[in-house]
């Protein structure tokens, strides 16, 4: 990993592999940056302190997203859910946000209101809306009213939310916010 580590920091911050690696050696044997800037320029190539301290920034970020990692193949492994196709993914991913989306459909939740509606029978509701499967969804939520579900609307209810949680978890539909926020959002100041 230590290899790709350093092609990725190279990459990102356009400095040789070579002059990356050796930096990266020095600073994963504890050394400090002013000393690697001023008496190791022949292991860096000359980088001097700005340098390295991007290349310590960059490192911590893939040590941190390493441990993560880590982290997220047992816990998805505990759950007996964890593939070969699945794992790849994961250790394959240098990104933390496209890493937590990854993740999400497997982290452990707290009970939600869309666990309460699938719970009572209201997952077969969500597909047929989600689908468009029918123009007249309070005739078909009226096949979901029971014990469990006092009415039409309780059960309408209950499927946009067990429909708000798949969309949230959607690694498609995160990133589609993600780029629509970062292209189209505009911060505004509230004045007092």
Known sequence: MADKISELISQELNIPLHQVAGTVGLLNDDNSIPFISRY?????????????????TRLNYYNELEKRKTTILKSIEAQEKLTDELSARILNC??????????????????????VAREKGLEPLAKIIMAQRSA??????????????????AAIAGAQDIIAEWSSESAAVR?????????DAVAKRKDS
């Not at 309070?138 to 469990?148: G, K, L, N, P, T």
């Not at 589609?176 to 292209?183: D, E, I, K, P």
């Open 40 to 56: 190791r320029k022949e292991v860096t190539g000359g980088l001097d302190e700005i340098a390295v301290q991007s290349v310590e």
């Open 136 to 153: 007249d969804i309070e005739h078909r939520a009226q096949q979901f009213v029971s014990d469990a579900v006092a009415d039409v609307d």
């Open 94 to 115: 240098w990104d933390a946000n496209t890493l937590e989306d990854i993740y999400l459909p497997y982290k452990p939740k707290r009970r939600t209101r869309a666990e």
């Open 175 to 183: 990133n589609s916010v993600r780029r629509a926020y970062r292209h």
